[in-house]
């Protein structure tokens, strides 16, 4: 990559110098360009990782997730000051409840504005979420007194859509990009936070560039968030190579481009056709069949559930995906992680074991 | 469904076991005993009713037993819109209410034990695990569950059901039918009441493909009146507990609602509760309260602890201590306003996006407050529950809010409602015991 990946606090502070709006997104799924449209830039917040969990503790019980913890933890100490909004899509119940104790009992200063997310991937869903963005497009006109036109949505979308066919394409040839681990990761997960032009550039640079693909065994890496992000460094050091993903805060936001000439009902279908997560309902048997084909295709040997503690979607489909993939010769390994701790060595002794197995 | 299964079901459900357990039954009310352990120097002794409940029930897994072949099965969540499942006749099963029966046996760990061992984590719903456990060994106190040729999942108490259902339908290869019911953070949008009420409209022809029959309108509406009277019961009941003495602990309340839950929309349902509301009308009239000697009442807040029911009633009733009240039964009874008989669909659409699980932090600390006012009560204990986060999450600042704003002394108590690895009797005795000298000072 020619040029480095700015930061989330630089990309915020320049928003900020700008005079635009910032809107703090929770996890999974959202609509970027509905946002874009009333010139609010998405700024994502998984977790973070490494923060006083004491601040979330006064509020939330010991077995809520930690990147529910760390996000309210984050809120309380000033992290997310710079936001002007905080968006919460509707993926579990421990996001419901951070939501509802938000709006209700702790109030902090940013507006705070949940989006419900159908579990399903029937006509009346997509009936149901576009008419959830109409009216999410009403409460941000009433906050920013703005009315954008059908015009500037479908503008939106398609530029969202432009960024999100690249970053498709990042993850088609990542196998000969040669970029580490740690260095892919900082890549696409820097869609969190970028503008989607802003994006787009630096994917169509990379993607200019050749360099040598890297050996490696190579694994699927499957979860919510890859964090720490030390883990990332390590499959590197103990010549893993993580040939494709089924990350929720990666591989399963490779939105296709929508269908529909209508901007709500087209952002609804891009979110209901995305790949198979836990979080929307897919079907286990939908999962098994993406993750075979998925491993099919870039040479996977093996699956590495990267799981965050106490997260139930994830836990659910574990022992009927792993008896699956393994009836289709696919070894797999279950990881769980505090994304608050540092990588235990622990950690690093099972994925070396788990990639040795892999290499005999 | 076929002649043999058919023929098996009237002989062992109609022709033995019902009669059998009617019986049983007339045998404990002509002659209750009062179990040697009862701490009758300071609770009253159990309710008359409880035979009756016992025969529902027992009467219910004995259907559930013979029910394949015979008539079609449906397994739902607990806050699912059963009315037009009733309707086509089919036999329901709560799995839910099948973990808390295995709880109050005691038979849980051996359960999910199976679970646990298939791979399932410790940090799922220990219900979901109990019934997952259930489903794979085979391995129930009630003799045997019926397979289900229908599964329906509602999210109106939590998400956990869709997951847990997913692998329900995996196992049964069986449709599974979903009801998504958004969140109501503040209040529900049109949007979101069509929305449940297209996917009650879609899951009808499924339904009837499934039960081989089409859908009597009449008879739906028959059934949302049986489900509402009952209902309706049930709130009388729960209101009888703002007499002095109560004449009902939630701890009965716990044991006694299970036919609210499981069989509601069916007249021997609303039998048994006009029978419960007689029988606490005659104990008030004289008065006689479930705890003896009652100093001070007491609300619940979230699920029962099932294995250790009896272990709270007699720990506070020493004390004089009565858990008068529960949001968590109060659930089953406050939507009954809601039900509508003229509009079915609109009406369960609405009734069914509302339960207090389905509804924000502030309505859940709203209703607290307002129990307390209206149930005269000294306290809340709140039960952070392990496996229930929908329930849980909040409990922290509205025990906090509780104290502080209103003056109201609260207990959080960390336990499962099914899991007794995650509770701990020591520090539990330790911290009730704090809180009721605080509530004599």
């Not at chain 2, 503040?186 to 297209?198: F, G, P, Q």
């Not at chain 2, 003495?245 to 009965?252: K, T």
């Not at chain 2, 986060?389 to 109201?408: A, T, V, W």
């Amino acid at each position: 990559m020619s040029n480095p990946i700015p930061s989330r606090k630089e990309v915020i502070e320049d928003i900020k110098n700008r005079g635009e709006l910032v809107a703090a997104v929770l996890p999974i799924h959202y609509s970027r360009a509905l946002l874009r449209c009333f010139s609010i830039y998405p700024v994502e917040v998984w977790g973070p990782p490494k923060v006083d969990v004491s601040l979330g503790g006064a509020h939330l019980q010991p077995y809520v997730c930690s990147i529910v913890h760390n996000a309210l933890s984050f809120l309380k100490m000033g992290g997310l000051n710079a936001a002007d909004f905080i968006l919460i899509p509707h993926t579990c119940d421990s996001l419901q409840g951070l939501t509802s104790v938000l709006i209700d009992l702790i109030k902090p200063e940013q507006a705070i504005i949940p989006l419900y997310l159908p579990r399903g991937q029937r006509e009346e869903d997509i009936i149901f979420l576009a008419d959830e963005f109409r009216s999410l497009y009403t409460r941000l006109s009433e906050l920013t007194g703005k009315k954008p036109s059908s015009k500037d949505l479908l503008a939106a979308i398609k530029r969202e859509e432009t960024s999100d066919l690249l970053l498709a394409k990042l993850y088609k040839t990542r196998q000969q990009m040669g970029l580490s681990n740690l260095d892919f990761y900082r890549l696409v997960r820097s869609r969190e936070y970028l503008p989607a032009e802003h994006f787009s550039t630096l994917a169509e640079e990379t993607l200019q560039t050749s360099t040598q693909p890297r050996p490696g065994i190579p694994i699927i890496l499957s979860g919510i968030v890859p964090e720490p992000m030390e883990v990332l460094n390590k499959i590197d050091e103990m010549n893993g190579q993580v040939v494709a993903d089924d990350l929720a805060c990666c591989g399963r936001r490779l939105y296709k481009p929508g269908i529909s000439p209508e901007p709500f009902r087209r952002m609804a279908e891009r979110i209901i056709s995305a790949p198979p997560d836990p979080t929307r309902g897919n079907p286990i048997e939908e999962r098994v069949k993406y993750l075979v084909e998925m491993a099919q295709n870039s040479g996977a040997q093996g699956i590495i559930f990267y799981e965050v503690k106490f997260c139930e979607p994830e836990l659910f489909d574990l022992p009927n995906l792993r008896n699956s993939l393994k009836e289709h010769g696919l070894a797999s390994i279950i990881i769980e992680v505090d994304i608050n701790n540092p990588l235990p060595h622990q950690v690093a002794t099972r994925i070396s074991a788990f990639l040795e197995m892999l290499d005999s | 469904m076929g002649i043999t299964d058919s023929l098996k079901y009237y002989w062992n459900v109609k022709v033995v076991g019902q009669p059998f357990l009617h019986w049983q039954r007339r045998q404990a009310e002509r002659r209750p005993k009062v179990s040697s352990r009862w701490r009758s120097d300071i609770l009253s002794p159990p309710l008359r009713i409880g035979a009756k409940t016992k025969e529902l029930i027992s009467r219910h897994y004995l259907e559930g037993r013979y029910a394949n072949g015979h008539r079609p099965v449906a397994w739902v969540t607990s806050g699912g819109p059963v009315e037009i499942l009733q309707a086509l006749g089919f036999y329901v099963l709560y799995p839910e209410n099948h973990g808390a029966l295995c709880g109050v046996r005691k038979a849980v760990v051996e359960i999910y034990g199976e679970a646990e061992n298939a791979g399932y984590s410790t940090d799922i719903c220990s219900y979901a695990r109990t019934d997952i456990g259930s489903m794979l060994s085979g391995k129930t106190p009630v003799g045997r569950l019926p397979k289900p040729d229908l599964l329906l999942a509602c999210t109106n108490i939590c998400q956990t059901v869709l997951h847990w259902y997913r692998v329900l339908a995996k196992h049964f290869e069986v449709p599974l039918i979903l009801i998504d019911t958004p969140f109501v953070y503040t209040k529900a949008s049109d949007h979101a009441l069509e929305y449940v009420k297209k996917q009650l409209e879609n899951s009808i022809p499924i339904a009837e493909q499934v039960a081989g029959r089409t859908l009597d309108y009449r008879r739906l509406k028959e059934i949302i009146h049986l489900s509402k009277d009952a209902t309706e019961l049930w709130l009388e009941i729960i209101g009888r507990g703002r007499h002095h003495p109560a004449p009902m602990s939630v701890f009965d309340q716990f044991i006694h609602m299970a036919p609210i839950v499981e069989m509601r929309g069916k007249k021997e349902t609303v039998d048994f509760y006009a029978a419960l509301l007689k029988e606490l009308d005659e104990n008030i009239d004289k008065g006689i309260g479930a705890v003896r000697n009652e100093r001070k009442r007491l609300l619940w807040d979230n699920l029962p602890i099932w294995y250790r029911l009896r272990y709270f009633a007699e720990n506070l009733g020493e004390h004089g201590i009565c858990v008068v009240a529960s949001t968590y039964t109060n659930a089953w009874a406050e939507l009954a306003p809601l039900m509508n008989l003229e509009k079915p669909l609109d009406s369960m659409a609405n009734t069914y996006m509302h339960p207090i699980l389905n509804q924000g932090t502030k309505y859940k600390l709203d209703t607290m407050k307002r129990m307390v006012e209206e149930f005269q009560l000294d306290g809340v204990i709140l039960h952070s529950d392990r496996s229930c986060k929908p329930y849980s999450i909040g409990q922290i600042d509205q025990r906090n809010l509780l104290i502080q704003e209103y003056g109201i002394p609260a207990l959080l108590l960390e336990a499962d409602h099914d899991d007794p690895r995650a509770y701990s009797e020591e520090q539990v005795a330790s911290r009730l015991a704090s809180f009721v000298e605080m509530l004599d000072d």
